[in-house]
T-cell receptor, first 115, second 113 residues
Framework: DADVTQTPRNRITKTGKRIMLECSQT?????MYWYRQDPGLGLRLIYY?????DINKGEISDGYSVSRQAQAKFSLSLESAIPNQTALYFC????WGGGSYNEQFFGPGTRLTVL | QQQVKQSPQSLIVQKGGISIINCAYE??????FPWYQQFPGKGPALLIA?????SEKKEGRFTISFNKSAKQFSLHIMDSQPGDSATYFC????????????FGAGTRLAVHP
């Protein structure tokens, strides 16, 4: 079974609709991240969380919100979707490194299209 | 503001050739430089990483070269194979704190038989 799962894998929605992307992990990691990937722009951090009480904005958080329901679950919401939020979205997790960097493990991604 | 600049955007290499992807960073506080590999339909996965206390790290056919004074690092893929065809992302991070990764724009590599 995959360690980091994302649902749905594909979603087409209309402008103005609310949509939620979900991420679950079985790795037991405390840290979770949401990224979006756009051609020519790489991956950009939307939000990140170190535990259920810790939520932080990334470089492109406008238009998005998140919820950390449990250590293993981190959801990304688009309150009112717009076409320029069409992108590939990735969830990632990492362990606490005790001050040193730890590898991030990515889910398979959600392809979101906003019409 | 792009803190990690990656080039080229795309690269075509013949089987057996050397693939070279370059990255440059701006923030001198970065002290961890990973490369991630992404196959179509999959999430990125860590390929190899380096810290600035060494100038080179090799794992099999993959080598990172690091130039601290120039604030540049590169990925070399020796004896490139069609199975290496993927998108490669360089990244940079500061250890400690939140370990946020700053990614480059990515390089799409195609290795032709």
């Amino acid at each position: 079974d995959a360690d980091v799962t994302q649902t749905p894998r594909n979603r087409i929605t209309k402008t103005g609709k609310r949509i939620m992307l979900e991420c679950s992990q079985t790795k037991g990691h405390d840290r979770m991240y949401w990224y979006r990937q756009d051609p020519g722009l790489g991956l950009r951090l939307i939000y990140y969380s170190f535990d259920v009480k810790d939520i932080n904005k990334g470089e492109i958080s406008d238009g998005y919100s998140v919820s950390r329901q449990a250590q293993a679950k981190f959801s990304l919401s688009l309150e009112s979707a717009i076409p320029n939020q069409t992108a590939l979205y990735f969830c990632a997790t990492s362990d606490w490194g005790g001050g040193s960097y730890n590898e991030q493990f990515f889910g398979p991604g959600t392809r979101l299209t906003v019409l | 503001q792009q803190q990690v600049k990656q080039s080229p955007q795309s690269l075509i290499v013949q089987k057996g050739g050397i693939s070279i992807i370059n990255c440059a960073y701006e923030n001198t506080a970065f002290d961890y430089f990973p490369w991630y590999q992404q196959f179509p339909g999959k999430g990125p996965a860590l390929l190899i990483a380096i810290r600035p206390d060494v100038s080179e790290k090799k794992e099999g056919r993959f080598t990172i070269s690091f130039n601290k004074s120039a604030k540049q690092f590169s990925l070399h893929i020796m004896d490139s194979q069609p199975g290496d065809s993927a998108t490669y992302f360089c990244a940079a991070s500061r250890t400690g704190g939140y370990n946020k990764l700053i990614f480059g724009a990515g390089t799409r590599l195609a290795v032709h038989p």
